[in-house]
């Protein structure tokens, strides 16, 4: 060779071919073994290709230099002129060098590589049983194992066979190794043999015919007496089989071990006896297993001794595996158990943890296994041992999402893949990723990456383990799972006999009727109704714990019949953390929610969004307002786009609201109550501003097109302006205005009151969503004043003629469309008339008290109970407000913090202020919080406003759930709202009436 500092060709080749070390590889190449072919460039190319080319110069060398001087020209030719068993020796050589090692003691081994080729590329278990025949002793037989351990290897390097293949093969391998080990065992000691028969049962992954190239195998041992022999001498003679089968594979010899048995697996583990009989076996998992020994137990396989025994110890467990899912806190035992095991790994070792990491095999194996072990209970295509077909058939039957499927199956054969090659290259149990840079490009160029190995390796490595990650949370934690595993036996598929069977146990009023809809949802082999039958059984449970399930029932079809055709809907629900809990509950809690979702089915993606349910900002929803209504192309066109926007956020808030009240576990004395009805009022009144200025640029568009000729302004009061709107909840305002200059008044005028009626007009025009009506009844002189006045004649008005009822509705204006700077200067003009300087005098204390008695004898509606209803009763709605308006509108002027349009926050600022004891201020808030919410209880399940609690017994349970009584509870829940609304009313005598 040409000395490498002087740059030869062949120096510059090596380097170029991949060797790292071309001054060591060009003196292996200098070798006389390799004499006559080390100018081929067929050898140096083929030396490039391997995953480490100085590895396999270098056991080339050691291999060529065993050889006897027969053999070699074999070898050598054989090198050049058979490409097939070039790439698999040279691949072999460069990826293991501990089959390097074995290649130079047993120097006529390679030969073995010769039979496989395109024709017989994957043996099975004869073919290794055939391999094992005449091995008759231990050495011979680790010998044996290493030659058809090559052959597998270099099928695996060659790409020839892929991962799933590989581990296949090395299970079969492992299967004839056991056979072998039990045969010399038995050759041993004849007479225990003719004592007992002996089982060998593998379980994991050579259970699962999936096995590394090197792990523990993992068995268990079954055994019976003979006829006419004693159970315990047997059972004796039996343990003796099996001991010795495990000394023969896990022994250190001068030829190595084999692979360690493990029959830790067994019931009792390391404390149980090492052979059970099979009714021994069934009595521990019957009455003291764990639920993880039915884990394992999912992929127990019989591969050695007596073949009949084996098949009786699987038919007879594989009833109870299906059956692990019923016990009691399943679910929760096996996430408990993965969390167990990545706490246990070092900490310096958690990221490099290849298997039992986050985001690691176990992640992967994990997952399929619960998903099998709760539905494969009725689905006998999901009982497989082996993770892929597993997997593939959980897509198959629509427990998991093909894309979700597609990414985990690619992200487990790469990192199944990683693993075979880490231990390939010195046979050694490990599942650490390597730090050494020569070992990541080594581990790197195996996997196909040759450009930059290492960067390579790790960013694909870090992007298939954050898959598995995502998708193991996505999967193993999902609620579903859980509710699914607490069915009965077979209702994870809905025959009609157990499906009307479980609806009249889950109380639905019309069983028939739920029974046709199951049928309509679940009937077919299409996999949307293979998806339906994974659902159904567990939203019908949720639909039971609601007031109306049958209701429920029958909103879900009609979501689904809605939506049936839109790939991602079922998706949504069967993967997407909580979706379809949220979507039982809000379809079975009344009916607003439910048709506002017919009208706008599309909205059902909101409750797999985590974001989804959160309340949208004023600014945005009036931008997205104004923008459709700027797309349209009439007022007709732009209400009805505003309209659009205002069904879905109704949706949006009412849902929150359900899932927030209905579905909580928290007694009504625990929830956040007040924080409930306070997000409630701002998002309706939010959506109710921002639908008011779509309308208002509609009109004004229709009629003058950008600009109309008087500014306008729209005032909120009551409830809107206050910020506390509910469902059913009118809009009371008022309308302001001022001509713009050189605009003649009378004209300006006309064009605001046309501007407001092409509002009303085009807000009230026919449609099914709930009804936007806006009041002015609230305005100067009430119904027979002006609908609209400009801003001078508003302070002429207050100047002259206001009266202290009107000042009191002031207290809650606020500008919510139109004009910002106008509706502004409205509110300067209007804070004197409602925190007057000074406070109020007694006569004007004396008539808002004469008007809040002549309204509670006048307007409450003739029949009701002044105790149950919400805003005219007894510590209602009316007489918190009208207390906290009267310290308002006589301390506001002194107390900034009380010049605030929101009820609850003025009373907590009268509390701060010192002009009420917290207990009563508590008392005035908890009553107007419990009042509110009846009122939007009423709405959402009724579908229509009321003021009192409903007299059918149906929708008053529901009112009762969404206020967090339980059924059976509506009798306590009436008592609660009495007894607060007491003691409120007790509290308004004394600061309103002075009592």
């Not at 053999?71 to 020796?89: C, Q």
């Not at 640029?697 to 306008?712: C, I, Q, S």
């Not at 506390?724 to 009371?732: M, V």
């Not at 908890?926 to 009321?946: D, F, I, Q």
Request: hydrophobic share 45%; proline share 5%; glycine share 8%.
């Amino acid at each position: 060779m040409t000395v490498p500092g002087r740059r030869s060709s062949t120096f510059i080749r090596l380097l170029r071919s991949g060797f790292t070390d071309p001054t060591h590889a060009a003196r292996l190449l200098d070798a006389d073994a390799l004499a006559s072919v080390r100018a081929d460039p067929v050898l140096l190319d083929a030396l490039g290709a391997t995953a480490d080319p100085d590895l396999a110069l270098h056991g080339l060398v050691r291999l060529a230099e065993a050889q006897t001087p027969e053999d070699l020209p074999l070898l050598l030719d054989t090198l050049v002129s058979a490409k097939p068993l070039r790439d698999r020796l040279l691949g072999v050589l460069g990826a293991s060098e501990a089959l390097a090692d074995h290649l130079a003691r047993h120097p006529r081994d390679w030969q073995a590589l010769v039979t496989y080729e395109a024709a017989d590329l994957h043996p099975g278990l004869p073919e290794f049983e055939r391999g094992l025949a005449d091995a008759h002793d231990p050495v011979a037989l680790r010998v044996a194992y290493r030659r058809c351990l090559l052959s597998i290897a270099a099928r695996d390097v060659c790409g020839t066979t892929d991962v799933a293949q590989t581990a296949a093969e090395l299970a079969d391998l492992a299967t004839a190794t056991l056979r072998a080990a039990l045969r010399m065992a038995t050759a041993a000691a004849p007479e225990d043999a003719a004592r007992c028969r002996l089982a060998v049962i593998a379980m994991g992954k050579c259970g699962g015919n999936e096995l590394n190239y090197v792990s523990d195998v993992d068995v268990i041992f079954v055994g019976e007496a003979v006829p006419g022999a004693e159970e315990h001498k047997a059972l004796q003679s039996a343990t003796r089989l099996a001991s010795h089968l495990m000394r023969i594979c896990s022994e250190t010899t001068v030829e190595g071990s084999i692979w360690p048995v493990d029959a830790n697996l067994r019931p009792e583990g390391r404390n149980g006896p090492l052979v059970r009989t099979l009714s021994s076996h069934l009595a521990y998992y019957q009455r003291w297993a764990k639920t993880w020994e039915f884990q394992a137990l999912l992929k127990a396989r019989a591969v050695a001794g007596d073949p009949d025994l084996g098949a009786q110890y699987v038919a007879a467990i594989t009833p109870l595996v299906w059956q692990a899912a019923e016990r009691e806190n399943f679910v929760a035992d096996v996430q408990k158990m993965r969390r167990r095991v990545v706490d246990n790994i070092p900490a310096a070792q958690v990221d490099r943890e290849l298997k039992l990491g986050p985001g690691g095999l176990r992640d992967v194996e994990f997952a399929v296994q619960l998903l099998q072990l709760v539905h494969g209970r009725s689905d006998a295509t999901l009982h497989s041992g082996t993770t892929l077909d597993a997997l593939h058939a959980l897509a198959d039957g629509g427990y998991v999402g093909r894309a979700d499927a597609a990414q985990l199956h690619d992200a487990y054969r790469f990192l199944r893949a990683m693993e075979h090659r880490i231990q390939l290259y010195r046979l050694r149990r490990t599942h650490l990723v390597p730090e050494d840079e020569a070992d990541l490009r080594r581990l790197g160029r195996s996997l196909g990456l040759r450009t930059e190995p290492v960067a390579e390796l790790n960013k694909a490595w870090r992007r298939h383990a954050s898959v598995v990650r995502r998708l193991h949370e996505k999967l193993f934690y999902r609620p579903l799972l859980d509710a699914v595993a607490q069915l009965a036996p077979g209702e994870t598929r809905l025959s009609p006999r157990a499906a009307g069977q479980r609806l009249e146990a889950l109380g639905y009023a019309d069983p028939a009727s739920a029974l046709r809809h199951l049928e309509a949802l679940s009937s077919g082999v299409s996999r949307k109704a293979a998806i339906q039958r994974t659902l159904l059984p567990v939203l019908l449970g949720w639909f039971a714990d609601s007031a109306d399930p049958d209701a429920g029932l029958l909103g879900f079809r009609k979501v689904s019949d809605a939506l049936g055709k839109t790939p991602w809907y079922l998706r949504l629900l069967r993967d997407e953390g909580a979706a379809a809990e949220n979507l039982a509950r809000v379809l079975s809690a009344g009916r607003l929610a439910p048709d506002l979702l017919m009208r706008a089915p599309e909205a059902v993606a909101l409750l797999g969004d985590p974001e989804g349910l959160q309340p949208r900002t004023h600014e945005a929803l009036e931008q997205e307002v104004l923008s459709a209504v700027g797309r349209a192309d009439s007022g007709e066109a732009a209400v009805a786009a505003a309209r659009g926007v205002r069904r879905r956020e109704l949706f949006r808030t009412a849902a929150a609201d359900i899932i927030a009240s209905y579905g909580t576990e928290d007694s009504p004395a625990e929830k956040d109550c007040g924080a409930l009805v306070d997000r409630v009022g701002d998002a309706v009144s939010d959506l109710t501003a921002a639908t008011i200025a779509g309308a208002l640029r509609a009109a004004v568009r229709d009629h003058w097109g950008e600009t109309l000729p008087t500014r306008f302004a729209v005032i909120g009061v009551g409830r809107f302006g206050g910020h506390e709107l509910g469902y059913g909840s009118d809009a009371d305002v008022l309308f302001v205005h001022e001509p713009r200059e050189g605009v003649d008044e009378q004209e300006a005028a006309k064009a605001a009151q046309t501007v407001i009626a092409e509002m009303r007009r085009l807000l009230q025009l026919p449609t099914a969503d709930p009804p936007l009506l806006i009041d002015a009844d609230l305005r100067p002189e009430g119904r027979s004043g002006p609908l609209v006045r400009t801003l001078s004649s508003y302070a002429a008005y207050y100047r002259r003629w206001s009266l202290t009822w009107e000042s009191q509705a002031l207290l809650r204006a606020e500008p919510v469309a139109g004009d910002i700077e106008l509706g502004n200067r409205f509110i300067e003009l209007v804070d004197p008339l409602r925190y007057p300087v000074e406070g109020l005098g007694e006569d004007a204390v004396r008539e808002i008290r004469r008007l809040k008695a002549r309204m509670e004898s006048e307007r409450l509606p003739r029949g009701a109970d002044p105790t149950l209803h919400t805003k005219l009763g007894r510590g209602g709605l009316s007489d918190v407000e009208w207390t906290v308006q009267l310290l308002q509108m006589q301390h506001a002027w002194a107390e900034p913090g009380l010049r605030t349009t929101r009820t609850r926050q003025a009373l907590a600022a009268a509390h701060a202020a010192g002009l009420l004891p917290a207990e009563e201020a508590q008392i005035l808030d908890e009553a107007w919080v419990l009042a509110t919410r009846v009122r939007n209880a009423v709405m959402l399940v009724r579908g229509r406003a009321g003021d009192t609690f409903p007299s059918d017994a149906r929708e008053l349970a529901a009112v009762g759930r969404y206020l967090g009584y339980p059924e059976g509870r509506v009798g306590e829940m009436l008592d609660d709202y009495r007894r607060t609304t007491r003691r409120a009313r007790a509290v308004v005598d004394e600061l309103f009436y002075g009592a």
